[in-house]
């Protein structure tokens, strides 16, 4: 090591030394924003438990035509990630425990596991589906005709549109290489309303018509080679759950003609190749779910401005980044966690995304600072984009993010000052700030500190143990970093309340 290179080191630590001492001594008056005039709009806890997952409320399923028997009991706790989702804006959530693990790869020929996902309790597959799309179609003064008939003899079909859908299912039927419930068992005769995974119900153009109006194989583990050609030919389908299987293959783009298909769930199977494209366009959905699959490539930018609610794209292989140029989505829970997005947080996300209430980001490539319109997502009650390459400050417009309970920024290249207004939300539960460089804490945060709330372990805080080495913390301050075309990070664009 050469003497510049000791002179160096001895410079960078002194000035680290004169900036702890010199912040503490004037940071009491230098970043009071307050608004007397505002008053607190909940209570802190103390909880330590952190909470990764929180779910859309599911109301209590209505009643149906007639409804099969339950599968038989499965030998390991498979459930599937996420209860079928009604239309309606959620209410306030509950949260659920963290997961920290990745689904292991399906295997036909071993038992499949659950989700790595937190376990969502989800209906049983007995429980009735309703055809309830989220903006029904203008019906007619006189009913739609039926489709044409086309029976088999020794059958007596309910209603045209059943006998329609008979010769789709069995021929699905012979399609399915491992059963191992014997649900294909029941798909015997006219009756298809009983048969296992089908549920029926009056289409909006036709009240008096019985049809089948929502699947759900969730749980069932069948493989099939494809499902092109089995749901595009349900013309009523609203609902198809098809959770914790072994399908592959394509989506059809007929699915596009579906005019009551609301929620579509192909999440933990095997499907590969490209995003499935057939889905953009089908502008009936608010609910897509095709996580845990092995899509790879890009992210086609339309689909987050569809009338989507739920998007759910994470474990996968994608490589795509968050979209700038596009108009407002209506999205509510957006998770892309585990996938390669790269590039940085839009700085017009509070446009394009404003209604978000839970974000899942973590464990991918996003770079750059963080922006601070991040802190103008006022809906926004999980956020997590841990384990990305995010540098620069911590923006203290994050403390404008009032309904916030959880938030991880860990595992990436942060620094400076952990703010005080972020220390001051009223309802948070859990801040992880581990794995980074903050070199400074605001006075409020020292309580979170101490009750667990806040984590900032192995960062290069002066005087809290657990830190990283100060040889590692000269040595990432002694390379310049800088983020081009980011504001000030010490903008605050709302009323803060008081402090404590």
Partial sequence: MTAVSIIRKIIVLAYLVHHVVATNSSYEGSFQLVDNAATRTGMRTNKGSKSRRHTPPSPAPPKALKQPPPPPALPSPLQPPL???????????QSSPPSTSSPAPLNPTSPLPPPTSAPLPLTPPGAPLTLSPPNPPIISAAPAPSPPLKTNPQFNFTDQRLAVVFPVIQRFKRSITLDPFNVTGTWVGSDICNYTGFYCSNPPDNVSAITVASIDFNGYRLSAPSLDGFIDQFPDLAVFHANSNFFSGI???NITKLRYLYELDISNNIFTGPFPSSVVGANGLIFLDVRYNLFSGSVPPAIYIQNLYVLFLNDNSFMSTLPATLGSTQILYLTLEDNNFTGPIPSNI???????????????KFNSCIPYQLGLLKQVTLLDISKNLLTGSLPFSLGCLQNAQVLDFSDNMLYGLVPDPVCRLPNLVNLTLSNNYFTLVGKDCWPLIKSGVLDVTNNCILGLPLQRPIIECLFFFAVPRFCPHIEPHDIIPCKLPPPW
């Fill in 251 to 253: 989506i059809s783009p």
């Fill in 350 to 364: 509070d446009k394009v995304f404003s209604n978000l209430t839970e974000v899942l980001l973590q464990n991918n």
């Fill in 83 to 93: 209860p079928p989702f009604r239309p309606a804006p959620p209410s306030p959530l």
